[in-house]
């Protein structure tokens, strides 16, 4: 199988001179097609800023980012568009995530301009909605208000999936949501994989929950990318000393239940 | 929303005034310009409306004189608030929302018009304009008083560029202007309306104080030309009070009803600000004579980070030039 994104010493530094943060301090990994990738690493250790680089969000410092066979580094606004068919995102924050003034009905729409058929897209809208287990006429006239933190998720999510991107990225997608609904969205990413063939990055702090869903681990600790290979290798025979700790603080159940787990 | 006393108290009078300026000329129904009596008339001399304040310098109605001067006061008011809020308003949503070097740019020029004394422009701006009607002092105030507005929106701005649905409209391929009107500006329109209405506050004093130095509308009456004719023709001197105390009034009441109703505006978005019947008395834990007060926690505190309060020391801080910023 090809890579699908190529990242070479990717880099990305705020400010300048004594005052530099730098938050990622050169990744270079790939993303093969139609796995899922997870990103795990502490508050702070640049995953987010990793994402944001791969989004084309944020301009990169230093380093290449190739997509599809196309050097993906630097776009313009028409570039990005385009981009942006093929990549799309979901973030951590379903409150701060969606716009309040807007209806499903306006988010999903200033999607559906960049898919060119009008027919097309309304089509790939219920679609999207359908993937998610909504139905279009429920959800199109809600403000987000009127949904729970779990809907809004699932709508950002179908936003995402209504480009049918080839990489979908999932910025702590899961962080805010109940355990319940933690388990639900990422059996949706899991499905999109199995189904659609897409390509997932799952941003994580949360090894346990990328164990559960990827096939390749990246670890980022202060910027530097530590360790990456397959979950297994990752997991169960740790090279760096910070992964070791992240699996040590993994939270375990302890007693008769526990036993029954493990 | 839940308005306070204080609100309605304000809007009250904010309505007062302009059934006064724009009903009122038609009721009194007398022309400013035509003299019905002579130098100083007392109030009550002739019968009607139009001599309740008697006469001023020139035998005019000075009843007529004022309605028709607040509607003059208003009008400016309006169009140069309309135009500074505007001014202001684009500036500071493209600096706070683009941020970077445009950012640096356009705030050094809003710093730079902000340095120069804008009472100086105004007086250089009017003496050079071949003629003064409303319409051009309203531009002359307009284009001086727009930093302000410029800075206190690009702080909105700025904590509104780093929420997640700037992100996702982006990727939803939303253009710059797209996402400036629809994304960035709903989210401050609160404070541009009060921003708005302090700035048309604003202007109407400007008005009368470049009307009482002789620089008003040439053409037409306003409350600044009122107090000037009053001071040039010796009212103070000769005790006709009628002459000066009513446009003092009007003014005062004008800008006090404004600045009340922005007052007020700011408790309603601003919940921290509210006071009066929603506190609680919870005893504080070092003992029972201290008392602790705690706010009712209301709509979204996170939303916002506190911007009213940001916006009004931007405000307090240009009219005492330097002092609080919070």
Redesign the interface.
Known sequence: MAALLKANNIQKTFGHGKNAVHAVKGATFELEEGTITAVVGESGSGKSTLARLVLGLLPSTGGTLEFDGRDVTKLSFMESQRYWRDVQAVFQDPFSAFNQFFTVQRLLGRSMKLIEDKKEATERMHEALGHVGFEASDVLKKHPHELSGGQRQRIMIARALMMRPKLLLADEATSMLDASLRVNVLNVLRDLRDNLGTTVMIITHDIGQACYVAEQMLVMEKGDMVEQGSSKEVVFNPQHTYTKQLLADVPKLHGELGEMVH | MRFSGRFYFGATLVILVLLVGFIGPFIVGVDPNASIGGLYDKPGTGPGMQWWLGTDNEGQSVMSNLVYGTRTSLLVGLIAGIIASSIGLVIGLIAGYAGGMLEEILMGLTNIVLAIPSIVIVILLSVSLPRRDIFTLALVIGITAWPWTARAVRAQATSVRT???I????????KFWSILA??VL?YLLSYVVMAFVLQVASAILTESSLSMLGLGPSNIVSIGMMLNWALAWGSIRVGAWWAFIPPTVMLTLIAFSLYLVQSSLDEVFNPRLRRGKKRKLVPAASGGAATAEIDEPEGEPG?SVGPAALMSATVAEGKDSGGTTQ
């Open positions: 929420r997640e649905h992100e996702v409209a982006k990727m939803s391929g939303a629809w994304d709903p939303a």
